[in-house]
């Protein structure tokens, strides 16, 4: 796990569209409370999520290597899952007994 100040509950970090590391407001703050717990949830299920064509899935795969690659630099692992984004949220705060969840707003639809 990346680490800011030590000893407190992990902060998960949801990375969603916005999967890089740089002016990144969510991983600045989590980082800045201590552990981080880096999570990218491909949510297939949801009714409001638009289906990924084989370019999207491409980009997809090649940018979360690099994400991935750029958090191993820094200690942190990157987890990757598939599922209902609230359902996966929630099993991972059970399971890493985090307190707090940060990820950036998107603002495209």
């Not at 969510?26 to 064509?53: K, T």
């Not at 899952?81 to 949220?89: A, M, N, P, S």
Request: charged share 20%.
């Amino acid at each position: 796990m990346m680490n800011g100040r030590s000893g407190s509950a992990p902060t998960i970090v949801l990375f969603r569209r916005d999967l890089r590391m740089s002016d990144n407001a969510a991983l600045a703050a989590a980082v800045d409370l201590g552990s981080v717990l880096a999570l990218y949830i491909l949510d297939e299920e949801n009714e409001n999520i638009r289906p990924m064509g084989a370019a999207s899935r491409w980009w997809l795969h090649h940018s979360l290597a690099a994400l991935g690659q750029k958090l191993h630099a820094f200690g942190a692992r990157l987890i990757f899952t598939r599922g209902r984004t609230r359902e996966v949220v929630a099993r991972a705060i059970a399971a890493s007994g985090a307190k707090r969840v940060h990820w950036n707003r998107p603002y495209e639809p």
